[in-house]
């Protein structure tokens, strides 16, 4: 993964692909990856944080494949305009870091088994290959490596958990543990047990995410986590259509602009189209554009006695579906917009 002098060469991610920061021993931070430089460098989608010193490390982590691959990574100094990637954090991975999954299985005398003596997978397989029985066991006998990893996809603020009443509570994460269980900020509960099913949902940016987990054990002693309640997960997540806010309406009104950022489609391309719907929070149109999940479209939208407001961005929340449609939410909306889309959606509701 990380070559002489800190150059990464294989399993890379690509760009937009998350990448996880721990800053602490209980927070990560998922940031997309805007490019890989030429000097081996994450440059991420984040300006440099001040609390972050250049030449210090942080344990980095993305998904690659079926397996997490972690690193520590050194802060470099942030690019100076007029460079493109002004101002944006750099990391550079420079020492791999082993996963809990890929350390030796305990033997039945209890010592490491050394790699490759066949005692925790087949011969001709590796540990990766091996089925669930054939993979060695956690703390709660909990397979390692067979659930899908949070990578790129873990809650890191808080999640909506379903209880069996039916009532749903909002609750803090603590952080993900050492083996992949979402730990809360949440003493056990005694009616929950061991391999109970529990439906957690939470969002990001861009997309809203529910899972279903099983209850793991509790940590005991002095560790950290001690009776907090740790969820493993039992499919991978969900992800459902992203919801851009307020009441949707069939509302046709005129979208006029041009492309001002986008991975994918040309820069200043125009946009000239009319709305399939029209709520408080965004609006649906059909374009040819190949428009991307957080593209920004620079437009005007045009009603019924002419222009809305002044001039908004729009941010692309759902890529185009097979008839050409796609999803956008309005960025930062004046109040006299947002009063005039409200009359216009409740008087065509």
């Not at 070559?3 to 997309?32: E, F, K, N």
């Not at 440059?43 to 609390?51: D, F, M």
């Not at 259509?241 to 046709?252: D, F, I, L, P």
């Not at 820069?267 to 408080?280: F, N």
Request: with cysteine.
């Amino acid at each position: 993964m990380c070559g002489p002098g800190g150059q990464a060469t294989g399993d890379l991610p690509a760009p937009g692909s998350p990448i996880t920061l721990q800053l602490t021993d209980d927070r990560l931070v998922s940031v997309p990856l805007r490019s890989i430089d030429q000097e081996g460098a994450f440059v991420l989608s984040l300006q440099h944080p001040s609390a972050l010193g250049v030449d210090k490390f942080l344990t980095i982590s993305w998904e690659s494949g079926r397996r997490w691959v972690l690193a520590d990574a050194r802060i470099l100094a942030p690019r100076f305009r007029p460079h493109p990637e002004a101002g944006k954090l750099r990391l550079r991975p420079e020492r791999p870091v082993e996963p809990p999954s890929s350390r030796p299985a305990p033997g039945p005398d209890g010592k490491a088994s050394a790699p490759g003596d066949g005692s925790s997978a087949p011969a001709g397989e590796t540990a990766e290959d091996a089925t669930a029985a054939d993979r060695p066991l956690a703390v709660g006998g909990r397979p390692l490596g067979v659930l899908r990893p949070w990578q790129g996809e873990h809650p890191t603020v808080n999640v909506a958990m379903r209880l069996s009443s039916g009532r749903v509570r909002t609750i803090d994460v603590r952080r993900i543990d050492e083996d992949a269980a979402l730990v809360l900020e949440l003493p056990r509960p005694s009616s929950i047990a061991d391999g109970e099913e529990v439906e957690v949902a939470w969002c990001t940016r861009y997309d809203w995410l529910t899972a279903r987990t099983q209850v793991m054990p509790s940590k005991t002693g002095a560790d950290a986590d001690a009776g907090l309640l740790r969820l493993g997960l039992a499919d991978a997540p969900d992800k459902h259509a992203n919801r851009r806010g307020g009441k949707r309406a069939k509302v046709r009104v005129g979208v006029r602009g041009y492309v001002e950022k986008s991975r994918t489609a040309d820069k200043g391309a125009e946009v000239s189209t009319e709305t399939l719907d029209l709520s408080t929070g965004g609006c649906a149109f059909s374009t040819d554009l190949s428009l991307g999940v957080g593209d920004l479209i620079k437009a005007r939208i045009i009603g019924p006695s002419g222009q809305i407001g002044a001039e908004l961005t729009l941010e692309i929340r759902r890529p185009a579906s097979k008839s050409g449609s796609v999803g956008a939410a309005f960025v930062s909306p004046s109040k006299d917009f947002v009063k005039a889309i409200t009359a216009l959606v409740a008087a065509n509701s």
